[in-house]
């Protein structure tokens, strides 16, 4: 099989999966949950191997990177949901790995090659650079999600109702969801000041990594392009976040709202740096 069918197993492992979740029984749940980590598995198995296959220098590829983040963002939900016990989580995250997946497999498998601009020193700060990054954005998608699932339960606690993925009453399905522990208003804002606090800093060492990559590779340190003013004021966006919720203790629906808008402009930042303008980032 090639690189890119390889990442359709576990992305139809994922869609696949929503079929016993939409059957809307808690033992057809544990049927999704149990394929949610088979899928997780298998694009662990493939990326092991791969690795060993091909070593570090394959990460250099496009959709190797895309990939990587598909399996990032899928650790992390895994850890979160095993750590709040939050049931839904695999629920809301899933796609975005799945879409991820997909794109993956479009991505045209092509090698980037570093030795022409950077040393052997540099490409390593590079590998780093890209895995910081990937992480702390992973972290960031999740505290999207768990923002907007805050926006909307707070919402509907305002109008006497509860946060539910079907809106039926007495299903057997309820219990999985509606006990109040997933929907938790407190637990949802703990939970995305866990993924600020891990992610920040995770995020501030990969822009400085980025901004010694970039002036290595211009030879000057002025030179200011616009994945750079971009990634700067997303780390701006989560600095004010952070202070604010250390130093002011803020919380909640401000807090949601910034988290959500910190996300949006990494977003910005990804199509900026690989897909409008990739020579921004210092490749053609």
């Known amino acids: 099989m090639t ?22 029984k808690k ?24 690795l060993n296959l091909h070593g570090l220098k394959d990460l250099m590829s496009v959709d190797w990177i895309v990939f990587f983040n598909a399996w990032v963002i899928m650790i992390v939900v895994v850890l979160f949901n095993l750590f709040y016990k939050t049931k839904y989580i695999l629920i809301y ?17 092509t090698y980037i090659n570093l030795k022409p601009f950077f040393s052997n020193f540099d490409q390593a700060v590079l590998l780093t650079h890209i895995i910081l990054i990937l992480i702390g954005d992973s972290l ?7 923002s907007l699932i805050y926006i909307f339960q707070e919402r509907r606690i305002k109008i006497k109702k509860n946060l539910k993925l079907f809106d039926k009453k007495n299903h057997p399905f309820d219990e999985v969801f ?17 993924c600020l606090k891990i992610g920040f800093p995770l995020i501030t060492v990969g822009i400085a990594m980025g901004i010694y990559l970039s002036s290595s590779l211009f030879k ?8 750079e003013i971009i990634s700067l004021a997303t780390w701006l966006i989560y600095a004010v976040l952070l202070h604010e919720r250390v130093a002011k203790g803020l919380r909640g629906k401000k807090a949601a709202v910034f988290s959500i808008i910190g996300f949006l402009l990494i977003i910005s930042s990804l199509s ?7 020579e921004f980032h210092g490749f053609k």
């Open 272 to 278: 900026f740096s690989f897909y409008l303008f990739p």
């Open 93 to 109: 995250i899933t796609p975005i790995v799945a879409i991820n997946l997909l794109i993956g497999f479009f991505t045209p498998h």
């Open 3 to 24: 690189t890119g069918e390889l990442y359709l197993i576990p992305f139809f492992i994922y869609v696949f999966s929503y079929i016993f979740l939409l059957l809307r």
């Open 220 to 227: 000057s340190f002025m030179i200011v392009k616009p994945i």
């Open 140 to 146: 960031f998608a999740l505290a999207f999600i768990i």
């Open 27 to 50: 033992k057809f749940y544990q049927a999704f949950v149990s394929l949610i980590y088979a899928g997780f598995i298998i694009q662990s198995l493939i990326f092991f191997i791969w």
């Open 178 to 194: 509606y006990q109040g522990k997933g929907y938790n208003l407190e637990l949802l804002d703990s939970m995305n000041y866990q």
